[in-house]
């Protein structure tokens, strides 16, 4: 079975860094795109970054990018988010997905989540 676990999230000041990570399992991970998103209090879960098969990163808000980086390490099935000068409207949960096709159509995933608190 699919299987998404982030980890990494954790209290930071404005300013400060952090790198997530998202291991992956049960599907060719290789092959497929990855994605991270997050959803802050109050507010709908948004796309943070996309990143394809082989490695080419996007980032989807003026916001964040040149500030946050998505990679991939194909041999260890991980996907990472590093997140440099971290500000307060970056606190949320950060979620891992991955989009795998199946015969009804195309199947979301999701990871549980981890928790940044950007404050002083």
């Known amino acids: ?9 954790g209290l930071v000041q404005p300013g400060g860094s952090l790198r997530l990570s998202c291991a992956a399992s049960g599907f060719p ?3 497929y795109g990855m994605y991270w ?7 709908e879960r948004e796309l943070v970054a996309a990143i394809t098969n ?4 996007f980032n989807y808000k003026d916001s ?4 946050f980086t998505i990679s991939r ?3 260890k099935n991980t996907v990472y988010l590093q997140m440099n000068s ?10 891992c997905n991955a989009r795998i096709p199946t015969i009804g159509g195309p199947m979301d995933y999701w990871g549980k989540g981890t928790l940044v ?4």
Do not use: C, H, I, W
């Not at 964040?64 to 500030?67: D, I, N, V």
């Open 29 to 31: 991970f290789s092959s």
């Open 54 to 57: 082989t490695g080419s990163g």
């Open 73 to 75: 390490d194909n041999a």
């Open 1 to 9: 079975q699919v299987q998404l676990v982030e980890s990494g999230g």
């Open 64 to 67: 964040m990018k040149g500030r």
């Open 117 to 120: 608190t950007v404050s002083s």
């Open 86 to 95: 971290l500000k307060p409207e970056d606190t949320a949960v950060y979620y």
């Open 37 to 43: 998103y997050r959803q802050a209090p109050g507010k």
